[in-house]
């Protein structure tokens, strides 16, 4: 038995040689109060199921020792008991590359774990049994379009008491989170930008009807339009589903047309690169023949020639963000109100060498 200065015997309790406060564990703490440390981890996390007297003792001996909790290994050990699932039915693989580079950043940082899920060949019946499945195996999901706005694959979630974040949708409600950017105040500025250039006459390529980002990008064409006092033409308006093959098919009908445009706009980068395509092998100049501009700024948009101008939309941030919005739902205590968040995010119009003023010379009307 250890023995002070005066000969007293030190109490049993007293046993723990007192060290500075960053090196006493939670093991001291449980020799100290006389319980295990299992019970100590209880009490320092506000669990149930403590007897009040060990409470007591516990929580004496952390005042005592000067004990701080490490609460960043803490948070690392409950990230790692996370999972959180990104499901993705996306056609662009530059979108996707985006996509998945953000959702990876965010899980790392947070140490959670993360499932991605790829639903391309379910058809609508097997994708609402595949959430059905994965609701009882994670924490939260991210949903990219088109699939954030399924209202059915949505339900089966929301109905698990899954929390759910949507990208790029602006289906915000009470049931799901969104994080976005104000697609159609970015489209009103790419075609201004056009207009400020000289173009009157702007073809534009719609994106896939199942996504609301398509529909905010088209009122976006419409207004800016509006605003500087060009009638709408719906001849120029062409139908893409948000895919290369769309956009070749799209650009040819534009270019086809008795009085071709000056100026396409693509609602997103992969149409936009057939659009450079389809010009090219038509003849025409990008861009002192034809003007054409992308929407998201992926890689697709620095991969043709010229690099396209585009709208930066910053997907890899947009799920980055997803994650710590999802980890903010999934910790909350018990007692508060679920919340959901209409997060927006800045978009950028880049400015590269495929936009010039419009030819004098008129277009040929065939390859």
């Known amino acids: 038995m250890q023995r002070n200065k005066g ?8 046993k723990v040689v007192r ?8 093991d001291d703490v449980a020799t100290h109060a006389g319980v295990s440390a299992m019970t100590v981890s209880r009490v320092i996390n506000g669990h149930a199921g403590v007897r009040d007297g060990n409470r007591e003792r516990v929580m004496r001996s952390v005042r005592e020792l ?20 990104l499901i993705y039915t996306n056609p662009s693989s530059s979108y996707l590359r985006e996509l998945l580079v953000g959702a990876l950043r965010g899980s790392t940082r947070a140490a959670a774990q993360l499932v991605i899920s790829t639903w391309d060949e379910l058809d609508a019946q097997a994708r609402r049994e595949a ?11 991210i949903l990219p ?3 954030c706005e399924s209202q059915n694959i949505v339900d089966a979630f929301v109905t698990a008491g899954i929390p759910v974040v949507a990208i790029a949708s602006s289906h915000f409600s009470d049931r799901l989170s969104c994080v976005r950017i104000d697609d159609r105040r970015a489209s009103h ?15 534009y390529i719609t994106g896939d009807p199942n996504q609301t980002a398509s529909a905010d990008r088209w009122q976006g064409y419409r207004d800016a339009l509006a605003d500087a006092g060009i009638g709408y033409d719906d001849a120029l ?11 070749l098919e799209a650009a040819e009908r534009l270019l086809t047309l008795p009085m071709p445009p000056s100026a396409i706009f693509a609602s997103n980068d992969d149409m936009a690169s057939a659009v450079v395509s389809v010009a090219h ?83 040929p009307r065939s390859a």
């Open 131 to 141: 959430a059905r499945q994965l609701a009882t195996r994670v924490a939260g999901v």
């Open 19 to 26: 060290r500075k406060a960053s090196a006493i564990t939670i």
């Open 189 to 203: 500025e790419m075609v201004s930008h056009l207009i400020g250039q000289g173009h009157a006459r702007i073809g």
């Open 145 to 147: 379009p088109p699939l």
């Open 281 to 363: 092998r038509r003849g025409l100049d990008v861009p002192d023949d034809l003007s054409v501009v992308g929407f998201d700024d992926t890689s697709a948009s620095t991969m043709v020639w010229p690099e396209l101008t585009t709208i930066h939309q910053p997907v890899a941030d947009m799920a980055d963000t997803a994650i710590d919005i999802l980890l903010r739902e999934i910790r909350r205590s018990p007692s508060s109100p679920r919340t959901t968040v209409n997060h927006l995010l800045a978009h950028a119009l880049i400015q590269r060498a495929s936009v010039a003023g419009p030819s004098r010379v008129s277009l």
């Open 66 to 85: 000067d004990y701080r909790p490490n609460l960043a290994a803490s948070a690392l050990a409950a990230a790692q008991h996370t999972c959180i699932a």
């Open 7 to 14: 000969g007293q015997a030190l109490k049993n309790s007293h």
């Open 237 to 247: 308006v062409q139908r893409g589903y948000f895919t290369y093959r769309s956009g």
